[in-house]
């Protein structure tokens, strides 16, 4: 028997599993981040070295726990959080903490700290500490933020690339292709992690990239719905598209081919647990009693309630960019029949509603038909009636795999590839990406979500960003 190692690193926690070459789950571990720290409007900073410690404390509870020989893993795939930025010292450690993708600056030219010598994504950081090399993968370095050059999948030989990033190549790493080997986990790094000595460490791409490869995201006739904090929609993409309305070209895993990922919802899943976490104990209680999670039973309440929460609507915007600041998530249309089931299901349906709005924008843009089916990964996949939701909002069937959770298995499926488990990555997803079930569509819930979009849903920001507008002058 042998094995792979996929890492995926969070905006939430960080997740470390083993696979074995089937996709089949040895044994997995987790540990969760502590809250970001946000000094000032718009800094979305990882407190300390979070980071690296979480990694550090989720590997050796997944070492300690595996039961087999250590000399039969081939390889960890790393994949963390992108469009975040690390600055770093000449050690490889941190200069200043790690800016979050949701922290304004990410996006902005570079201003060094003292002592900082290079700059970094995630994975570029991550590497270092593991393996003491100073080397990323190119598809975790978004053009918004670094000099690449997206056709090429390195840096750009434009000298005015660097200078608009206020950056030299001598403060960036050297950039690999995904299923590279990035390096070999060093006897410091195996000491603090419990990763084997020696140990391969493979190059993947940015964390949505790895997820796609993780879902079996392949061909022209399926979508990709992720569920993370997060929350975009996705489909194959033969080239890169440079200045589009509704979407963007991003790095896939397999190097060469790109995913068209239509603009998405920022703190996404955070909002439902946002909601289940302001119901308190109540919750946590009658969950108990039923041994079920609060979770499942949110769930199993929202199932029984019809399809359009009986005119309660929710619009996801709990956080916008800074250039839309002003915009904020709406729960509207109460009155005396809603109660928590209502708000948890219309939370889903909003999230369902946008996506589709979003990714429909993308489609038209594309000249592209709607997918034959949806693949929706991620936690909120778990729920059944969140998976029929994704179903009858966009009339087409929603499948969801063994592993929801695709980052880890992406990761390990590129560790599977470079170390020899699989010959390439159509054997490697054929052999270890499983489907788990399919949700069909309600002819009649579909025709009464797209009347309810057309009617009301789509039209709610433009009516209310100027009352949010306003509001944001006066509070300000």
């Not at 800094?43 to 509870?61: C, F, R």
Request: aromatic share 10%; with cysteine; proline share 4%.
């Amino acid at each position: 028997m042998k094995y792979v190692i996929g890492i995926d690193g969070g905006t939430q926690s960080t997740k470390v599993t083993i696979f074995d070459l089937e996709g089949n789950i040895v044994c997995k571990a987790r540990q969760e981040l502590r809250p970001c720290v946000a000094e000032k409007p718009g800094y979305v900073e990882h407190p300390d070295d979070d980071l690296w410690d979480s990694l550090v404390a989720a590997s050796q509870k997944l070492m300690s726990e595996f039961e087999g020989d250590k000399k039969d893993i081939l390889g960890v795939g790393l994949c963390t959080i992108r469009c975040c930025r690390a600055f770093l010292k000449r050690d490889g450690t941190l200069a200043a903490p790690i800016m979050d993708w949701m922290d304004v600056r990410a996006y902005k030219p570079y201003v060094f700290p003292d002592e900082a010598e290079y700059a970094a994504t995630t994975t570029g950081y991550m590497t270092f500490r593991l393996t003491g090399q100073k080397k990323d993968t190119a598809a975790n370095n978004i053009h918004r933020q670094w000099p690449i050059d997206n056709v090429k999948w390195n840096w750009s030989n434009d000298e005015d690339r660097f200078e608009k990033w206020n950056l030299t190549r001598e403060k960036l790493f050297d950039l690999v292709l995904p299923g590279d080997v990035l390096g070999h986990i060093t006897k410091e790094a195996s000491e603090m992690t419990g990763l084997p000595e020696g140990l391969p460490v493979v190059a993947s791409a940015n964390d949505k990239g790895v997820e796609a490869l993780g879902s079996g995201l392949v061909g022209v006739d399926i979508g990709l719905m992720s569920l993370g904090t997060y929350i975009p929609g996705m489909v194959c993409g033969k080239s890169y598209m440079g200045e589009t309305k509704s979407f963007y070209t991003n790095f896939s895993s397999v190097p060469g081919s790109y995913l068209y990922e239509c603009w998405g919802i920022r703190r996404g899943m955070w909002t439902i647990s946002w909601f289940k976490d302001l119901l308190g104990k109540e919750v946590k209680l009658k969950a108990i009693d039923l041994s079920v999670s609060p979770e499942e039973l949110l769930d199993m309440e929202a199932e029984k309630i019809p399809a359009g929460s009986e005119g309660l609507l929710t619009l996801p915007e709990w956080l916008m960019p800074a250039d839309f600041a002003y915009k904020k998530g709406i729960i509207m249309g109460f009155d005396g029949r809603h109660g928590r089931a209502h708000i948890f299901r219309s939370i889903m349906e909003g999230i369902a509603m946008t996506l589709k709005n979003n990714f429909g924008a993308m489609l038209g843009e594309l000249e592209a038909n709607m997918p034959e089916k949806l693949i929706v990964s991620g936690g909120g996949s778990n729920s059944g009636t969140f998976m029929q939701i994704f179903s009858d909002v966009f009339g087409v069937p929603a499948v969801r795999n063994v592993v929801n959770e695709a980052a880890g298995l992406g990761a390990a499926i590129c560790a599977a590839v470079a170390t020899g488990g699989h010959k390439g990555y159509s054997e490697a997803v054929a052999a270890m990406v499983k489907r788990r079930d399919e949700f069909m569509p309600s002819a009649a819930n579909h025709k009464l979500y797209t009347e309810l979009n057309r009617a009301a849903f789509s039209r709610i920001s433009d009516v209310n960003d100027r009352i949010f507008y306003n509001i944001n002058n006066v509070l300000c």
